[in-house]
């Protein structure tokens, strides 16, 4: 069964206003990572973030880690419409061999 | 330009087809790996390779052949596939298995 399961599946937004995207994961993890893919493209890495650490910033995103509720969030702040895209996690468990484990992904859609 | 180069970007092939995809980085990384992507579906990892041994072989079907003659290199040798085989597959790499993973554009899959 798939280890990370993002949410919303869909979420539309006005351009400037934040988007928030959570995962969820089911077992303990080495770490969680964040990914962005424009429609029929490859996956771009966007953060890594570690099982010891609670946050962490780069430029208009935050990711948080809460490994008590084996959840994450992503806040993209004052979205453009180059946002626009599929956003996946992705899990590196713990005892899990070689595989990091993708979710299905939220599609991020910013209007103007 | 992530530094993965896959080819070719686009085939069509029929199920008697022999056909393979290249996957070649060249950003020293160790680890390579081959993903699937279908439609509504999460991202599901076929199989991975590191320090050119493959570490993972997540139970795919034997039409699917993976080849990985040097660190830098990697193939996935296709035969007699089947229409439900279409999909967009993604090669990956990265400096260690399951650290923060380049992919490439990947290759849009159509078996008839």
């Known amino acids: 069964s798939q280890q990370g399961e993002e949410d919303p599946q869909a979420l539309s937004i006005q351009e400037g206003e934040n988007a928030t995207m959570n995962c969820s994961y089911k077992?303990?993890?080495?770490?969680l990572q964040w990914y962005r893919q424009n429609s029929g493209r490859g996956l771009v890495h966007l953060i890594l973030?570690?099982?010891?650490?609670r946050e962490k910033h780069s430029g208009r995103l935050r990711v948080t880690l809460d490994t008590s509720k084996k959840s994450s969030s992503l806040l993209i702040t004052a979205s453009r419409a180059a946002d626009t895209a599929s956003y996946f996690c992705?899990?590196?468990?713990?005892?899990?061999?070689?595989?990091?484990?993708f979710g299905t992904g939220t599609q991020l859609k910013v209007e103007l | 330009e992530t530094g993965v180069t896959q080819t070719p970007r686009h085939l069509v092939m029929g199920m008697t087809n022999k056909k393979s995809l290249k996957c070649e980085q060249h950003?020293?990384?160790?680890?390579m790996y081959w993903y699937k992507q279908s439609a509504k579906k999460p991202l599901e990892l076929m199989f991975v390779?590191?320090?050119?041994?493959?570490?993972e072989n997540n139970s795919v079907p034997s039409r699917f052949s993976p080849e990985c003659p040097n660190s830098s290199h990697l193939f996935l040798h296709l035969h007699t596939l089947q229409p439900e085989d279409s999909a967009l597959y993604l090669c990956?790499?990265?400096?260690?298995?399951?650290?923060?993973?380049?992919f490439g554009q990947g290759t849009r899959l159509t078996v008839v």
């Open positions: 990956a790499s990265s400096q260690r298995v399951n650290t923060e993973a380049f």
């Open positions: 077992t303990s993890i080495n770490n």
């Open positions: 973030i570690r099982s010891n650490e």
């Open positions: 992705a899990t590196d468990p713990t005892g899990g061999g070689n595989k990091l484990t």
């Open positions: 950003l020293g990384h160790n680890a």
């Open positions: 390779y590191s320090l050119e041994e493959r570490v």
